[in-house]
């Protein structure tokens, strides 16, 4: 079978690498190069190393609750029981895990955890471990790798995908097509994620009439360094003992829930932002108790990066700001990455696999990405299960009949490429990236009221698709695509849950 995949971070390697091992003629698809998309800039780790007292069951049920309930427990299920064997196949890869001294994976905590169970390399460089471990595997397999080529259609025939059309009208063929472009952090102005996060596959499976679902579920990171260019601080230092203050130093988390710095982190996130606004200046992160060793050894990545910037935080706390971070939902698929559209899988951060429900727990998705890209290789040649199977339960109706003919794609109606070219930048009607992420942040962001979200509904129906031959107005376009999805299913969910928190306009604002 020809296997094309969609995005080079941790699920697409994966799967990549998985389908190669399993005998397919398997080809890899990036707009950019190899190791430059999210999974690289993964401080944190990869839940599901477990210690004393711990179990798959309890990392379950953490996950869970971090979701709001809002998750699919047969999807945590199948997380956290492929959690050992995807661990063992990243370090038969050449993962470099930190080990503590027994020789043991070294565990860390992070928020919402009830215990110590995250599998961390070169302190806070898991990311950059695991993204050149399975690239350098990558390069040695049989697998074709085709970097700076921007898939940006599906093609289609008889509601079956075929392949892809690359943006320069280059048909790609394949029998299956894998979408793991990561998420959409360049919706909004501040950001984790790197410049390429757009939501490529999201808006191609949503011009392909693919169910998409969740897309009202946006984590904010609330420890980013304020007034940066979103720099992380990963929620570990919190895990091993950083508290929060506000700028009269008082720990201020222990007010609005139990478990403090380390409540999940849509709690913290809105609790930081709030505190902002009301005192008018940035939080405080106070890492002074941990000292400059354990900082530096720790934390190498972070440590060198905030001295660099001219801040000691051993000595002194620095001002943080939430900063998006993920996205909980996607492309609907079942817990084998099946879309609603045959032949078309995703996998990561692009999916919808109903892992992380309303809110994801920490270091889940680059879990995630290995133990669903490794499934997606192994179902690739199963039968898909009947309709009837209950894989996609009814609520997953596709959204393609509220795209405007603009959104839609040609390739689905007729595999040929019609195209009007415009440059990016701002357009007769107002649009441009830097609009798109302006709405977004003060409408569809961390904090969200009714009349914020149907105005941005408004808007983003307003403005045309940018339709352009260019990588930087098909990233536009696939922006649109999705904050116009994400809008629209915010408006749609009336209550709070998890991520999408609404509340008086009275609050919102803070940065
Ligand atoms: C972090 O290191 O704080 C981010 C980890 C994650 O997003 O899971």
Redesign the pocket.
């Known amino acids: 079978m020809k296997v094309l995949v969609v995005g080079a971070g941790i699920a697409g390697l994966t799967a990549a690498l998985r389908a190669d091992a399993l005998g397919h003629e398997v080809e890899v698809i990036v707009k950019g190069v190899l190791g430059g998309g999210c999974t690289a800039h ?4 990869i839940a599901g190393e477990y210690g004393p007292g711990d179990s798959a069951a309890l990392h379950a049920l953490d996950t869970m609750h971090a979701g709001d309930g809002h998750g699919d427990p047969v999807a945590i299920a199948a997380l956290v029981d492929g959690a050992h064997a995807a661990l063992e196949a990243l370090i038969d890869a050449g993962v470099p895990f930190d080990r503590a001294p027994d020789g043991a994976l070294a565990r860390g905590l ?1 928020a919402a955890h009830s215990l110590p169970r995250i599998a961390h390399a070169g302190g ?1 460089a898991t990311g950059r471990a695991i993204s050149d471990a399975l690239t350098a595997r990558l390069r040695m397999s049989g697998v074709r790798v085709r970097e700076h080529a921007f898939a940006a259609g599906l093609l289609t025939r008889d509601g079956r995908a075929t392949g892809i059309r690359l943006l320069d009208g280059t048909p790609v063929a394949g029998d299956a097509v894998v979408l793991a472009t990561g998420g959409a952090g360049q919706l909004h102005p501040f950001t984790t994620n790197p410049a390429g996060a757009t939501g490529d596959g999201i808006a191609m499976a949503l011009r392909a009439g693919a169910a998409v679902a969740d897309l009202e579920f946006v984590q904010f ?1 609330p ?1 980013v360094l304020a007034g940066s260019d979103a720099f ?5 230092v919190r895990g091993a003992g950083a508290v929060l203050r506000d700028a009269d130093g008082r720990r201020f988390l222990l007010d609005e829930h139990p478990d403090g710095e380390l409540a999940p982190r849509d709690v913290v996130a809105r609790a930081v932002a709030r505190r902002a606004l009301a005192q008018g200046s940035p939080v405080l992160l106070d890492a002074t108790a941990l000292g400059a060793a354990r900082l530096a050894s720790r934390f190498p990545t972070i440590d060198a990066e905030l001295r660099r910037r001219g801040f000691d935080w051993s000595r002194e706390p620095v001002p943080v700001s939430p900063a998006a ?2 996205l909980m939902g996607g492309v609907v698929t079942d817990i084998d990455g099946r879309t609603t559209v045959p032949g078309l899988w995703a996998v990561g951060e692009t999916a919808r696999t109903g892992v992380h429900g309303a809110n ?1 727990l ?5 879990l995630e990405g290995a133990v669903f890209g490794a499934r997606v290789a192994e179902a690739l040649q199963a039968p898909a299960p009947n309709a009837d199977s209950g894989a996609f339960p009814s609520q997953f109706v596709p959204l393609s009949h509220r795209l405007s003919g603009t959104d839609r794609d040609p390739d689905v109606v007729s595999d040929v490429t019609h195209e009007t070219h415009r440059d990016p930048g701002r357009s007769a009607d107002g649009f441009s990236r830097e609009a798109l992420q302006r709405v977004m942040w003060e409408n569809v962001g961390l904090l969200r009221y009714d009349a914020g979200l149907a105005t941005a509904v408004a808007t983003l129906s307003g403005w045309q698709e940018p339709s352009a031959r260019t990588a930087a107005a098909q990233e536009d376009a696939n922006l649109l695509v999705v904050a116009r999805a994400a809008a629209s299913a915010a408006l749609a969910r009336t209550d709070s849950l998890g991520a999408h928190f609404r509340q008086s306009p009275a609050l919102i604002g803070a940065r």
């Open positions: 993964a401080q944190g780790g992070e806070d990171h420890t992380l601080i990963s929620e570990a971070h993920y994801r920490a270091s889940n998705s680059l």
